[in-house]
Each structure stands twice: as C-alpha cells, then as structure tokens.
C-alpha cells in the first residue's frame, strides 16, 4: 500500500513541479477522456448520436493539442504537412536543437511518450473487441480513434528519429513520392 500511495504522489508531484502543469495534464485528459467516455457513454446516454458526436470531439481536440502544443512543449517536436503551389505534399518533421531535458522535465517526457503509445494500443483493443462483439456502429468511431491516435504517433517518432534516419525514404514508401524538410527551431 505504501509503495501504491507513493507511486500517486509521483505523479502528482510531476504536474506540481512540471514546467508545463498545463500542458501536461491536456496532453491526458482529452486521450482519456475520450477512452472513458467510449467505455461508459452507454450509461450515461441513450443516445448514439451524442456519445459518437462527444467522443470525436475529445479525439479531435487531443488530436490538435497533442499535435500543435504538448509535443512542442514537452519534448521539443512539432510536425506537419504542407501543400505548396504544384499541388505536391511536403512532410515538416522538426526538433529543437537544445536538449529536451532543457526544454522539459524527463518526467514530462515519460508521460508524452507513454500517453502517445498507449492510448493507440487501447483503441486498437477497442476495435477487436468492436469487431467481435459485432457492434459494427461503433467501428467507424474507432477507426477515427486508432486513425487520428497513430498520426500523432507516426508524426512524433519521425520527428524523433529525424536526425538519425533519412526520414524522406521511410515517408516516401508510406505515402507516395515526397520531399521531407527537417527544420529547426
């Protein structure tokens, strides 16, 4: 019990000594928000249509969070996808140059990367379980789930992995020819 009660106040002391406390808790929330929401919105709602809508929503907003504030605050990474005037796609893959320590608490880091691997896993369990129990109307909410969790996570391994692989050839055989800027910042 002891060991069970010190391991919280690790965590708690991570939000209250973090560099970014608020980040870090939104980095969470809205990934864990949408699991708990899928797995008890039966019972709060009768209603498809709203549990469906809600949990999108939570998706949609860790999505946006994860992508443009927590992983650029947490541990120094940002990505994104740029069309320019010819219609090609360029993938924008950066990193900070100053340690990530320096940026962020390790602690901080832990939590992002466990948060971005996990939460993937938990929705791909959902979509075997969604599958086999023939709930076949919640598939697509799940597929939007493992789609827009493993974006994010493909995103943050390329940006991590930038300096030390030639990402273009990895991204040119995932998505069709395309050039891959690494900027910093």
């Known amino acids: ?78 990505w994104w996808n740029q069309i320019d005037e010819d219609g090609k796609s360029h993938w924008v893959f950066e990193a900070k140059r100053v340690p990530t320590i320096a940026a962020s608490t390790e602690a901080e880091a832990r939590i992002f990367w466990l948060g971005l691997i996990i939460c993937p896993v938990i929705w791909t369990m ?3 379980s969604t599958l086999f129990s023939l709930k076949l109307k919640w ?8 789609s827009l969790q493993t974006a994010n996570l493909y995103g943050y391994i390329h940006c991590k992995l930038g300096g030390q692989k030639p990402i273009s050839r990895v991204t040119s055989r995932l998505f069709g020819p395309t050039d891959v800027p690494k900027s910093e910042y």
């Open 126 to 128: 959902f979509f075997f």
């Open 139 to 146: 598939l697509a909410l799940v597929i939007a789930g493992i």
């Open 1 to 78: 019990q002891n060991s069970l009660l010190s391991h919280h106040h690790i965590y708690a002391l991570c939000f209250l000594f973090s560099r970014h406390p608020l980040a870090t808790f939104f980095h969470l929330f809205f990934r864990v928000s949408a699991i708990v929401t899928y797995l008890f919105c039966d019972w709060f709602s009768n209603s498809f249509v709203a549990c469906f809508v809600t949990i999108l929503l939570l998706l949609s907003f860790d999505f946006w969070s994860v992508k443009n504030v927590t992983g650029r605050l947490l541990v120094g990474l940002r």
